[in-house]
């Protein structure tokens, strides 16, 4: 059940919807604004920008949502292919005018690319620690060569200042619900991963990772390439 496509579909199309709740596992649910997926870059943090500008070659977007990253890749003349499994997000891309929007799990996808992004913490789909190790090894088989890997992420360990943090998993993994006028989807397990642990992890893999910009707000933009 794609509730979070129904609410985007809502707000694309009439420019309105009801409150979109996001349930969590370690607090009170919290209302997402849906407007916040139709930016621009005007209205895009700098960490966003920064990502783009770094964007070359043939690029993969990741959880691409209703397009907003792709379109300015186009508007750079830039070659992108932008997936996500919500086909209500593909369909607004799409109309939108993203070129090449497919409805497509990253996990089965079969194609090289020189540079991947995911943005707005897109890195958290791989839900868990050994989902992200996992995922890394993948994506050797979406990488050219000499291409690159780029992404955001958050340290999330200010959230058990007050608590002790999990025993059973890392502290990053949490999970996520979404519901949109009284219908409720499934839960999904989601991932905010540390720099040490980035680093390490990819360091196991066979990737470099280079720590590219920190907002100071514990949110930071990573690349990774492969190692040699």
Not at 5 to 14: N, Q, S, V
Not at 102 to 118: G, H, L, N
Not at 178 to 185: I, L, M, S, T, V
Request: aromatic fraction near 12%; hydrophobic fraction near 40%; glycine fraction near 8%.
């Amino acid at each position: 059940m794609d509730v979070f496509g129904k609410a985007l579909t809502d707000i694309y199309r009439t420019g309105e919807a009801d409150t979109l709740w996001l349930h969590n596992s370690y607090g009170e649910a919290e209302e997402m604004p849906l407007e916040f997926f139709f930016r621009d870059d005007e209205d895009m943090p700098v960490l966003e920008l920064q990502a783009l500008h770094m964007c070359s070659g043939k690029v993969l977007d990741i959880g691409a949502g209703v397009g907003s990253h792709a379109l300015l890749l186009q508007a750079f003349n830039i070659d992108v292919t932008a997936i996500d499994i919500s086909e209500a997000a593909v369909n607004i891309m799409k109309d939108r005018g993203v070129k090449k929007a497919f409805v497509q799990d990253v996990f089965t996808y079969r194609e090289k690319f020189d540079t991947v992004i995911m943005l707005m913490n897109g890195i958290g789909l791989t839900g868990t620690l050994p989902g992200f190790r996992d995922f890394l090894i993948k994506l050797k088989d979406l990488i050219n060569p000499d291409g690159q890997v780029i992404f955001d992420s958050s340290d999330i360990a200010y959230l058990y200042e007050d608590m002790p943090k999990p025993e059973n998993q890392y502290y990053g993994e949490v999970s996520y619900q979404y519901e949109y006028k009284g219908e409720k989807g499934n839960w999904f397990n989601w991932i905010y991963i540390d720099e040490e642990t980035i680093k390490h992890t990819a360091k196991e893999t066979g990737w470099d990772a280079e720590l590219i910009f920190d907002d100071g707000e514990d949110q930071y933009l990573v690349k990774l390439t492969l190692a040699q």
